[in-house]
């Protein structure tokens, strides 16, 4: 099955992320990385996490790689986890219970299937375009201010080796009712108010955890079709959160 959240754009430069998440940026950010409209998986992302008491924006893997894989191409499948079975299944539940982060993005994307029903259209039968290129969906937040995806966290070291690479995902849930007109699952929100206890690592309660794990409300996100352009990775640019116009379907 196709990733739920497999792409998502980030801009925000590490020190106005640790500002609006009352962070600092680590110290091994000696590179920061540029604007990117197409954040895809295996790639770094920015993070924000605590440890020793510290929050802090750090630069993660995007794949979580268990502490337990012999190989780290494992992280490659690990991009999400899924809000339903994270405290139980054996890749993510340490991690949940200990290892907690938050992903800030700008957005995220999403697709429809070639020849579905645009999303608020009235139903109504279609004839086929002859297009194969599934739609792509720019997800935001109707003020623009950034999201906060619930994420986790972990360390992999390389058997008979020092070094270690840290790695995250992304949490995935059931949609709210308008993230359910394009997907039937969204990566998980979390508000302010809910920020302290999920990075705090002396928090081991997973069921109070759980309880984060809730579709967001409606209002906090809008979304408009975007160039097929974004479905190669290789491409960047901020036009390719641009709306672009849908042909109008053909009735029957």
């Excluded at 110290?27 to 409209?37: A, I, K, S, W």
């Excluded at 895809?40 to 995007?62: K, M």
Aim: aromatic share 8%.
């Amino acid at each position: 099955m196709t990733a739920v959240c497999g792409r998502f754009v980030s801009t925000s430069p590490p020190d106005e992320i640790a500002k609006y998440f009352g962070a600092e940026v680590d110290e091994r950010l000696v590179d920061p990385q540029g604007p990117n409209y197409n954040v895809a998986p295996t790639q770094d992302v920015y993070a924000v996490l605590e440890d020793g008491g510290v929050r802090r924006v750090e630069s993660l893997h995007w794949g979580l790689i268990p502490f337990w894989a012999k190989e780290a191409k494992i992280g490659n499948k690990m991009i999400n986890a899924r809000a339903e079975t994270v405290a139980t299944s054996g890749a993510f539940k340490h991690a949940f219970k200990k290892r907690r982060c938050i992903i800030p993005a700008d957005g995220f994307y999403e697709w429809t299937k070639p020849g579905a029903q645009r999303p608020g259209a009235q139903p109504q039968e279609r004839k086929s375009s002859g297009q194969q290129k599934k739609q792509p969906w720019f997800i935001h937040r109707p003020d623009d201010e950034p999201i906060a995806f619930a994420g986790l966290w972990e360390v992999w070291r390389p058997q008979g080796s020092e070094d270690e690479l840290v790695s995250c995902t992304i949490i995935t849930g059931e949609p709210n009712d308008k993230m359910a007109e394009l997907h039937h699952r969204m990566p998980v929100m979390l508000p302010p108010d809910a920020w302290d206890q999920w990075l705090d690592r002396d928090e081991q309660d997973t069921e109070a955890l759980g309880r984060f794990l809730v579709p967001a409300p409606s209002s906090l996100i809008t979304f408009h079709p975007v160039s097929t352009e974004v479905n190669n990775a290789r491409n960047q640019g901020e036009h390719l959160t641009d709306p672009v116009e849908l042909d109008e379907p053909t009735g029957a």
